[in-house]
């Protein structure tokens, strides 16, 4: 990128009116959310053909991925939001320091998650909540997973730098085509070929490995802002601590959704793999209506810690409120339509299994009826990550999967049963809209004091 395409970029984030940047941003990274759920949810719907026990499976290997999620995600925002505001700031050197230093250390964190899974493999499943049943189909599963843990991770970092940059298009170009690939590759490895779940988990290792070398083709050619060098990698700690403090908040989000995720299938396995396979599909139809909302505030964070580093707090206020209102709105008109159509989503994936339909359209609708408020949840969580206070961040990151989530989880199911598993989500995301509010108005209250200081 020259000096004048620089100079034209430093305009568009700091002074297009917030509305129109956060939609023109949200855009791309709303398609590559929707499409990342899609691709999940289409390995979910093509293994379940294969049996309760094979969409069960699906379900326990999730955690896996929750965890490489965890560890891209967490080094991915952590350094991303440092970097958009050091290109806020104009101190694009250090930007690239920090880019190449946070891809450094997802590569090595992500190697040795590998190492260690594919030791470990049959004793994790059983851990994540395997019955003997489910065992053989989600180590054949995780085995490729494994394998490609160190490209997948290696993705979301460089995906979330091209967003925090604010070119979140050609991210959508590197997710979005490994995931339609993903698609078009899993019946074919399932079905065609013969490998069963192995064959999911095989296409979505071949598909990412793809999205690797489109993203970080955009970093080598020099169509991003920063650049990725090993010459660049620091040795300083401070710097990853730093990046590790900073992207905290996601650490726990991602990190706490996996260790809810396993308690759920371990809660759910004592009601029966129906009852795991039910949750599962659930889990994947709500993760792909929340990720309406992921990529719509993935669309604001950047607009938030650009124009933060550039001490223009009164844009970073009004760019809040906003994403909270629309966010609210988009959540509401997703729940409605899932809502709706629970009993046909749910049918796609297993409607010969009477007792996966009668738990999955339970819990499906229930969630749905509490999702309009992660809106307001969501734009306060990543407003204050965005804009380097990581500590009220994590603490609200930590409530929806964590402080509120499994408390419930283990309580509710040994006084309500089966309907206890399934009012554990919703239950924990209206508790955790309570404490939001008071963390949105405080934010809000900070932005405005900033601005006044510096008139």
């Known amino acids: ?19 129109r940047l956060i939609g023109k941003l949200a855009v791309p990274t709303i398609i590559s959310m929707l499409v990342s759920a899609i691709y999940n949810t289409a390995d979910t719907f093509f293994v379940a053909q294969l ?34 505001r050091q290109l806020g700031a104009k101190a694009d050197r250090e930007a690239t320091e920090t880019a190449s230093s946070g891809f450094a250390l997802a590569l090595i964190l992500s190697i040795l998650l590998a190492v260690a899974g594919i030791v470990f493999r049959p ?45 979140a298009v050609y991210g959508m170009i590197g997710i979005t085509t490994g995931g339609l690939l993903n698609i078009l590759l899993d019946p074919l490895f399932i ?27 955009f970093f080598l050619r020099g169509k991003s802002s920063v650049r990725i060098r090993l010459s660049a990698v620091s040795g300083k700690v401070k710097l990853y601590i730093r990046i590790i403090t900073t992207g905290l908040p996601t650490l726990f989000r991602q990190g706490l959704a996996s260790i809810a995720n396993v308690a759920l299938n371990v809660v759910a396995a004592s ?42 707090y009164e844009r970073v206020r009004e760019a809040t409120k906003f994403t909270a209102a629309a966010g609210t709105l988009i959540m509401l008109a997703v729940s409605i339509v899932c809502f709706a159509f629970a009993p046909a989503v749910i049918g796609a994936f297993r409607a010969d299994d009477v007792l996966v339909m009668e738990i999955g359209v339970k819990a499906l609708r229930l969630q749905m009826l509490l999702m309009p408020l992660t809106g307001l949840v969501t734009a306060t969580n990543m407003g204050l990550q965005s804009t380097g206070n990581s500590g009220p961040a994590t603490v609200l990151s930590m409530l929806r999967q964590g402080i509120f989530f ?5 309580i509710m ?23 939001a509010v008071f963390f949105y108005s405080s934010f809000l209250k900070m932005l405005k004091q900033k601005s006044l200081e510096i008139k």
């Open 1 to 19: 990128m020259n000096e004048t395409e620089r100079v034209e970029h430093y305009r568009k984030m700091t002074e297009t009116p917030v509305s």
């Open 51 to 84: 049996g309760t026990s094979a969409a069960g499976a699906v379900g326990i290997v999730f955690s896996i991925m929750a965890i490489i999620q965890a560890i891209g995600f967490t080094i991915g925002m952590g350094a991303g939001s440092i970097l958009s």
């Open 123 to 167: 004793q994790l499943m059983r851990l994540l909540g395997a019955t003997e049943t489910i065992l053989p189909y989600a180590e054949a599963y995780a085995q490729y997973i494994f394998l490609g843990a160190p490209v997948m991770c290696c993705s979301f970092v460089m995906n979330n730098y091209l967003r925090a940059e604010g070119k």
């Open 191 to 217: 079905f065609t070929f013969g490998f069963g779940t192995a064959g999911a988990a095989m296409a979505t290792a071949l598909s990412q490995l793809i999205s690797f070398c489109i993203l970080l083709s």
């Open 271 to 312: 009601f029966g793999d129906a009852a795991v396979a039910a949750m599962s599909i659930a889990g994947r139809i709500n993760m792909l209506a929340f990720s309406a909302m992921l990529g719509f505030g993935q669309g604001y964070q950047p607009v938030a810690s650009f124009n933060y580093g550039a001490k223009l």
């Open 406 to 410: 499994l408390p419930l989880i283990l």
């Open 413 to 435: 199911p040994k006084v309500m049963g089966i309907g206890g598993v399934i009012a554990a989500q919703p239950l924990s995301d209206a508790f955790s809209f309570v404490v």
